[in-house]
């Protein structure tokens, strides 16, 4: 940047200047009248910034975390004070448990309201504050116009290094008129911590006393370039590599050592063999309880298998597990340390990682379901759509099918295809979808949801509408209940339902009065002639697909859920 101090103008012009010198291109938000000089910021500098009006605050701040996701940098997201806040503390918590870099700018009440309970007053730093479990990595306040870049400056950084995450910036309605001439700063980017040398070879040599070795990736912060180094890593030692839970697209689906997703509903040989395993190289996750299966997987605190942990936060590491081995350091710094391991000539394991990519082949075999047969529906999207496709989703069951049949290329080839919430915030996908939709309008977005997922933030159609997205996909699932819930409830109480079951609209209907091209598919053989009709639309397109509730997931119906419950309760 010049480092001639710019003209006087609103401290509100100079937090859109202070963006775009981020690099910064869209944000999203809803308007308030808490920061108006702000979207003057944005008039003024149209031709180089936009601001996406999104329909509810948290829809803007899911459309945020999954333009953080995208880019590997802050999704930056707008929202008024009080309820405009409360709204978007959905998109924080999902940023903050997915790790992914945001930054949430929150209009305030003026300085000298404050601490009356003004209008729609809160205090952030007690709503977000930060903390190990809280929703942000850090909460400021600016109350000085002219310390406004570094402000914005600090909080790039924060979101951005170490163990990525959401920081949130509060703006006083005031202090946004004020003027000041002070210069914006340059573009941050993160330091990145790399692993000691004496912890490579303590690695290495675990590695030589291993037997069955076993690699999980995931978290965020990889790009291309280190995705591409920590697969010729597992290629250098054989190593059969499963992929943490919604992070499947960090090493590429198709290779020859993949074995398939570390998740909810995972291949029960492929947790098999994770439990048998003497040694597990986590690189990236957080081992949280989706990845480990509640903690079983690797018992917590002191797996039965050596573990080595690599991930970029030192607040991460031994926070759950008393790991053999611990190393800090940032994903792309330890997959290129990783690739340049030597391995001997001749491996004990070898033929292991060919042996877990065949299970992971064959649950890709879906069992046949009639009368339409959502294994089929995804494999069909697969074939049909560009490998490119960004595939999102929010929570429920219906994920299950896009997890286990979708084969997600990794970010070496297109960047990231996957977007999905590890924190199981419903109404996640939609958003995302558009988000990815307006963000690289080249590339298409496809949303797998459900009927309960979708009205979470169904109004977004109306933002992909009206900002002319066009490759655009959504297919709904609509079975007339919470499914997971449902699901939960014969397992737990067979027979006694309560509170699952959904009146839902006619969704195609729906869809066409926001401008949307729209069909209704109820049988298998029905829905690619109504994908046909979909891509050919040139608009975006809800295929409302109609599934019987007893179908629950993909390994199992709600009959056959309820008579197991019942049959172990009648046992004495």
Same mark, same amino acid.
């Given at each position: 940047?010049s480092?001639?101090?710019?003209?006087?103008?609103?401290?509100?012009?100079?937090?859109?200047?202070?963006?775009?010198?981020?690099?910064?291109?869209?944000?999203?938000?809803?308007?308030?009248?808490?920061?108006?000089?702000?979207?003057?910021?944005?008039?003024?500098?149209?031709?180089?910034?936009?601001?996406?009006?999104?329909?509810?605050?948290?829809?803007?701040?899911?459309?945020?975390?999954?333009? &953080?996701?995208?880019?590997?940098?802050?999704?930056?997201?707008?929202?008024?004070?009080?309820?405009?806040?409360?709204?978007? #503390?959905?998109?924080?918590?999902?940023?903050?448990?997915?790790s992914?870099?945001?930054v949430?700018?929150?209009? =305030?009440?003026?300085?000298?309201q404050r601490?009356?309970?003004?209008?729609?007053?809160?205090?952030?730093?007690?709503?977000f504050?930060?903390?190990?479990?809280?929703? $942000?990595?850090? @909460?400021?306040?600016?109350?000085?116009?002219?310390?406004?870049?570094?402000?914005?400056?600090?909080?790039?950084?924060?979101?951005?290094?170490?163990?990525?995450?959401?920081v949130?910036?509060?703006?006083?309605?005031?202090?946004?008129?004020?003027?000041?001439?002070? #210069?914006?700063?340059?573009?941050?980017?993160?330091?990145?911590?790399?692993?000691?040398p004496?912890?490579?070879?303590?690695?290495?040599?675990?590695?030589?006393?291993?037997?069955?070795?076993?690699?999980?990736?995931?978290?965020?912060?990889w790009?291309?370039? *280190?995705?591409?180094?920590? =697969?010729?890593f597992?290629?250098?030692?054989?190593l059969?590599?499963?992929?943490?839970?919604?992070?499947?697209?960090?090493?590429?689906?198709?290779?020859?050592?993949?074995?398939?997703?570390?998740?909810?509903?995972?291949?029960?040989?492929?947790?098999?063999?994770?439990?048998?395993?003497?040694?597990v190289?986590? @690189?990236?996750?957080?081992?949280?309880?989706?990845?480990?299966?509640?903690?079983?997987l690797?018992?917590?605190?002191?797996?039965?298998?050596?573990?080595?942990?690599?991930?970029? !936060?030192?607040?991460?590491?031994?926070?759950?597990?008393?790991?053999? +081995?611990?190393?800090?350091?940032? @994903?792309? #710094?330890?997959?290129?340390?990783?690739?340049?391991?030597?391995?001997?000539?001749?491996?004990?394991?070898?033929?292991q990682?060919?042996?877990?990519?065949?299970? /992971? $082949? *064959?649950?890709?075999?879906?069992?046949?379901?009639?009368?339409?047969?959502?294994?089929?529906?995804?494999?069909?999207?697969?074939?049909?759509?560009?490998?490119?496709?960004?595939?999102?989703?929010?929570?429920?069951?219906?994920?299950?099918?896009?997890?286990? /049949?979708?084969? /997600?290329?990794?970010?070496?080839?297109? !960047?990231?295809?996957?977007?999905?919430?590890?924190?199981?915030?419903?109404?996640? !996908?939609?958003? #995302?979808?558009?988000?990815?939709?307006?963000?690289?309008?080249?590339?298409?977005?496809?949303?797998?949801?459900?009927?309960?997922?979708?009205?979470?933030?169904? =109004?977004?159609?109306?933002?992909?509408? &009206?900002?002319g997205?066009?490759?655009?996909?959504?297919?709904?699932?609509?079975?007339?209940?919470y499914?997971?819930?449902?699901?939960?409830?014969?397992?737990?109480?067979?027979?006694?339902?309560?509170?699952?079951?959904? /009146?839902?609209?006619?969704?195609?209907a729906?869809?066409?009065?926001?401008?949307?091209?729209?069909?209704?598919?109820?049988?298998?053989?029905?829905?690619?002639?109504? +994908?046909?009709?979909?891509?050919?639309?040139?608009?975006p397109?809800?295929?409302?697909?109609?599934?019987?509730?007893?179908?629950?997931?993909?390994?199992?119906?709600?009959?056959?859920?309820?008579?197991?419950?019942?049959?172990?309760?009648?046992?004495?």
């Amino acid at each position: 940047m010049s480092s001639e101090i710019p003209a006087t103008r609103p401290a509100g012009h100079v937090l859109v200047e202070a963006l775009i010198a981020q690099g910064v291109h869209t944000v999203f938000g809803v308007p308030g009248e808490s920061y108006l000089a702000v979207l003057d910021g944005f008039h003024e500098h149209r031709e180089r910034i936009r601001f996406i009006a999104c329909r509810q605050e948290g829809g803007a701040a899911f459309m945020a975390e999954a333009q &953080g996701k995208l880019s590997g940098r802050p999704g930056i997201c707008f929202v008024t004070r009080g309820p405009g806040a409360a709204n978007a #503390a959905i998109g924080l918590h999902t940023a903050f448990q997915d790790s992914t870099p945001l930054v949430l700018f929150i209009g =305030q009440v003026a300085a000298d309201q404050r601490d009356r309970e003004a209008f729609q007053e809160l205090d952030y730093r007690q709503v977000f504050g930060p903390g190990t479990l809280g929703m $942000a990595k850090w @909460v400021g306040e600016v109350t000085d116009p002219h310390r406004l870049p570094e402000y914005v400056a600090r909080a790039f950084h924060t979101a951005m290094q170490g163990r990525p995450g959401p920081v949130v910036l509060v703006l006083p309605e005031d202090m946004l008129t004020m003027p000041t001439s002070a #210069a914006v700063l340059r573009r941050a980017e993160p330091a990145k911590a790399w692993p000691a040398p004496g912890a490579l070879r303590d690695l290495r040599s675990m590695l030589l006393s291993a037997q069955r070795p076993f690699l999980i990736v995931g978290g965020s912060g990889w790009d291309g370039e *280190a995705c591409l180094a920590l =697969q010729r890593f597992a290629e250098n030692w054989q190593l059969p590599v499963g992929t943490g839970f919604r992070f499947q697209d960090t090493f590429d689906n198709r290779h020859a050592q993949y074995a398939g997703d570390v998740g909810i509903a995972i291949n029960p040989q492929l947790a098999q063999r994770i439990r048998e395993a003497d040694l597990v190289i986590a @690189v990236g996750v957080r081992l949280g309880e989706m990845t480990t299966g509640g903690y079983t997987l690797l018992q917590a605190p002191r797996p039965a298998q050596k573990l080595v942990h690599i991930h970029p !936060g030192a607040e991460e590491l031994g926070r759950v597990y008393a790991a053999d +081995l611990l190393i800090q350091s940032a @994903v792309s #710094a330890a997959a290129k340390s990783l690739e340049a391991l030597t391995a001997p000539p001749e491996l004990p394991w070898a033929g292991q990682a060919a042996a877990a990519n065949a299970d /992971y $082949a *064959a649950n890709q075999v879906p069992p046949p379901v009639s009368p339409l047969d959502m294994a089929i529906v995804v494999q069909t999207l697969q074939r049909r759509l560009p490998e490119d496709t960004v595939f999102t989703n929010g929570a429920g069951n219906f994920a299950g099918w896009l997890h286990r /049949y979708t084969r /997600y290329p990794g970010l070496q080839h297109h !960047g990231r295809t996957q977007l999905a919430p590890t924190s199981g915030a419903m109404g996640y !996908g939609l958003p #995302a979808a558009v988000a990815a939709a307006l963000l690289y309008p080249e590339r298409t977005a496809l949303n797998i949801t459900g009927d309960g997922d979708f009205l979470m933030n169904g =109004q977004e159609l109306a933002t992909a509408t &009206g900002y002319g997205a066009k490759k655009l996909l959504c297919v709904l699932v609509d079975n007339g209940t919470y499914g997971t819930i449902r699901m939960h409830q014969e397992r737990e109480y067979p027979g006694r339902v309560s509170g699952s079951d959904l /009146y839902n609209p006619d969704f195609a209907a729906l869809a066409r009065a926001y401008g949307w091209h729209a069909d209704l598919v109820d049988r298998t053989e029905a829905f690619e002639p109504a +994908l046909d009709r979909a891509l050919a639309a040139g608009k975006p397109a809800l295929l409302h697909l109609k599934l019987d509730a007893d179908v629950s997931n993909t390994r199992g119906t709600l009959t056959a859920i309820r008579e197991t419950a019942a049959k172990a309760q009648r046992r004495p």
